[in-house]
């Protein structure tokens, strides 16, 4: 793998922009899920149609997705510092006016703005990886990914707040948060050693832009960002789907799916960080291998249908029903998880080891298309259950996924090493 040098850092900088970083995407990723809680009262104002409520509700995953090349970009080129601090403020002002909002064109609007705060995942990627060698990095970034679980403190949070006052005062208040973050990273954090090294003159300005895109036309770059559609796309789009799936296939009450889907995506963001030291410690290529086999297997569980056997018996004709009981469900599903939350810090381990000057761009279109994944995959989810009548269908398309994935990554790695083994000879 090729190797990277990061300009030093004061003794303690990194773990603070690290620190920083971390709760600052925390406070966004809380704002950015903001509408899976109050949609349900927004719907009920204005008597939304199911598909207006999930166009409300995507909108935006679908731009914060959408604006994460861009933002790495810029990251590489301005500092995290500045671009982590407008970004919040330009969240924080859209979820404000979101709490004045009337109609339901006016919503949308807000959620496009409301989508920034998911684009700060490439920004804090871009600026936390420069202040760490790569042997730590897949733990570091891993540590930041886990900010994920800001999607959690709004399930958990925001129904007290909106049964309380109201789902205008959710906004103000998670818009009142990331004002207060912003100005706290702002005089807190400080630019990462690439910038102020340019600022100085030790180093070289970025590459050019026509040069830092043409390096998106690498096939490599594409494949980190499948693995990674998979990895993150996924478990987003599951953590979205479980509630209505417990509901649909074992009869619970919202409540309880509801509290089980909150409950399956704090592990699956926290040990993130550990799929980061595992990448660091044994390679994000052997930690892809485990979390793509491993998901197969659950993933193929997870697809049987329920179904009745009739056998012709010796007295006659006799029956029995295959299915995944609840329990057994619930383990299968957070093995999956788990894995997922590996895989995803295994994927950014790879990045800034393979394109060191240009992290922003590259994870920008990788958690790009890890988003749209998050956006989309739901979607597949309803069409397959219309089309197959069968519940199970979605966790059949995630098993066709992986399956995809492992196969491109196996292929590729022999590949590798035949050239290596030819070289060599």
């Given at each position: 793998?090729?190797?990277v040098t990061?300009?030093q850092?004061?003794a303690?900088?990194?773990?603070?922009?690290?620190?920083?970083?971390?709760?600052?995407?925390?406070?966004c990723?809380?704002?950015?899920t903001?509408f899976?809680i109050i949609?349900?009262?927004?719907?009920?104002?204005?008597?939304?149609?199911?598909t207006e409520?999930?166009?409300?509700?995507?909108t935006?995953?679908?731009t914060?997705?959408?604006?994460?090349?861009v933002?790495g970009?810029?990251?590489?080129?301005q500092?995290g510092?500045?671009?982590?601090t407008?970004?919040?403020?330009?969240?924080?002002a859209?979820?404000?006016l979101?709490?004045?909002?009337?109609?339901?064109?006016?919503m949308?609007?807000?959620?496009?703005?409301i989508g920034?705060?998911?684009?700060?995942?490439?920004?804090?990627?871009?600026?936390v990886?420069r202040?760490?060698?790569?042997?730590?990095q897949?733990?570091?970034?891993?540590?930041?990914?886990?900010?994920?679980v800001?999607?959690?403190?709004?399930?958990?949070a925001?129904?007290?707040?909106?049964?309380?006052w109201?789902w205008e005062?959710?906004?103000?208040?998670?818009?009142?948060a990331?004002?207060?973050?912003?100005?706290?990273?702002?005089f807190?954090?400080e630019d990462?050693?690439?910038i102020?090294?340019?600022?100085?003159?030790?180093?070289?300005?970025?590459f050019?832009?026509?040069k830092?895109?043409?390096?998106?036309?690498?096939v490599?770059?594409?494949?980190?960002?499948?693995y990674?559609?998979f990895a993150?796309?996924?478990?987003v789009?599951?953590?979205?789907w479980?509630?209505?799936?417990?509901?649909?296939v074992?009869?619970?009450d919202?409540?309880t799916?509801?509290?089980?889907?909150?409950?399956?995506?704090v592990?699956?963001s926290?040990?993130?960080?550990?799929?980061?030291?595992l990448?660091d410690?044994?390679g994000?290529?052997?930690?892809?291998?485990?979390?793509?086999?491993?998901?197969?297997?659950?993933?193929?569980?997870?697809?049987?249908?329920?179904?009745?056997?009739v056998?012709?018996?010796?007295?006659?004709?006799?029956?029995?029903q295959?299915?995944?009981?609840?329990?057994?469900?619930?383990?299968?599903?957070?093995?999956?998880g788990?894995?997922?939350?590996?895989?995803?810090a295994?994927?950014?381990?790879?990045?800034?080891?393979?394109?060191?000057?240009?992290?922003?761009?590259v994870?920008?279109?990788?958690?790009?298309i890890?988003?749209l994944?998050?956006?989309?995959?739901p979607?597949?989810?309803?069409?397959?259950?219309?089309?197959?009548?069968?519940?199970?269908?979605?966790?059949?398309?995630?098993?066709?996924?992986?399956?995809?994935?492992f196969?491109?990554?196996?292929?590729?790695?022999?590949?590798?090493?035949g050239?290596?083994?030819?070289?060599l000879?």
């Amino acid at each position: 793998m090729p190797s990277v040098t990061t300009p030093q850092s004061p003794a303690g900088q990194p773990n603070r922009a690290l620190a920083l970083s971390t709760v600052a995407f925390t406070v966004c990723f809380a704002v950015w899920t903001i509408f899976s809680i109050i949609g349900v009262g927004v719907k009920d104002e204005l008597g939304l149609s199911e598909t207006e409520f999930g166009l409300l509700v995507g909108t935006p995953i679908l731009t914060g997705s959408l604006v994460r090349l861009v933002l790495g970009i810029w990251t590489d080129r301005q500092g995290g510092r500045l671009v982590f601090t407008l970004v919040m403020l330009g969240a924080a002002a859209s979820t404000f006016l979101l709490a004045f909002a009337e109609t339901y064109m006016q919503m949308l609007l807000a959620g496009l703005g409301i989508g920034l705060a998911g684009g700060s995942f490439a920004v804090g990627v871009a600026y936390v990886s420069r202040f760490y060698p790569a042997e730590k990095q897949g733990t570091v970034l891993g540590i930041f990914g886990a900010g994920n679980v800001g999607a959690a403190v709004t399930k958990f949070a925001a129904p007290f707040v909106l049964l309380a006052w109201g789902w205008e005062s959710v906004a103000l208040l998670w818009a009142g948060a990331l004002v207060v973050m912003a100005g706290v990273f702002w005089f807190a954090a400080e630019d990462d050693p690439v910038i102020r090294a340019q600022r100085e003159g030790r180093k070289a300005p970025p590459f050019s832009l026509k040069k830092e895109l043409a390096l998106l036309r690498e096939v490599r770059v594409w494949r980190f960002a499948l693995y990674y559609f998979f990895a993150f796309g996924a478990f987003v789009a599951l953590a979205l789907w479980l509630p209505r799936f417990l509901n649909g296939v074992y009869g619970m009450d919202l409540a309880t799916a509801g509290l089980i889907g909150a409950a399956y995506s704090v592990p699956a963001s926290i040990f993130r960080a550990y799929g980061g030291h595992l990448s660091d410690k044994h390679g994000a290529r052997t930690v892809m291998y485990w979390t793509l086999g491993v998901s197969a297997i659950a993933t193929l569980v997870l697809s049987l249908p329920s179904a009745t056997y009739v056998v012709q018996g010796i007295n006659g004709p006799m029956s029995f029903q295959l299915a995944v009981s609840p329990v057994a469900f619930l383990v299968a599903v957070f093995v999956l998880g788990f894995f997922m939350s590996l895989g995803k810090a295994a994927v950014y381990k790879h990045i800034p080891v393979y394109y060191p000057e240009n992290v922003g761009a590259v994870g920008g279109l990788v958690g790009m298309i890890g988003g749209l994944g998050g956006f989309f995959l739901p979607l597949l989810f309803g069409v397959l259950n219309d089309v197959t009548g069968l519940w199970t269908s979605c966790f059949m398309a995630l098993f066709v996924l992986v399956a995809i994935c492992f196969f491109w990554m196996h292929l590729t790695v022999r590949r590798l090493e035949g050239r290596g083994a030819a070289q060599l000879a």
